[in-house]
């Protein structure tokens, strides 16, 4: 049997990668409005907190945000970190379109906000 997995991006601007990242890879942005306001109607955090932020007319949670596909088994979390990337980042992911889709999906891609380097 399979196990799920989180792959885990330090960021600067976790609900931006989350969005491009689910729309690169048909997966959908984990929403967190219901958490967060659960959180706030208990008391647990105060309505002034900089814990969270409205993003697109929802409450999330700032630090972090995710994409999720097949049931939540596979995600991608981006959390922030205030430290800048130094040299090459660590973690990159490689898409496999096939070499009859690649000109659209790299096109796609790049309305999206993706950049090309080669």
Known sequence: MSVGYQIVV????????????????????EDHDSQVRHVLDQGHLPADSDAYVEHEGRLRWRAFA??????GRTRLLFQVVDDPTEG?????????AGDDRRDAEVARLEQLGATRLW
């Open 10 to 29: 330090d960021c600067h601007d976790p609900h931006r990668l989350a969005a491009f990242w689910a729309a690169a890879m048909d997966l959908e942005v």
């Open 66 to 71: 995710a994409c999720s596909g097949d049931g």
């Open 88 to 96: 090459k980042n660590r973690v990159h992911l490689d898409l496999h």
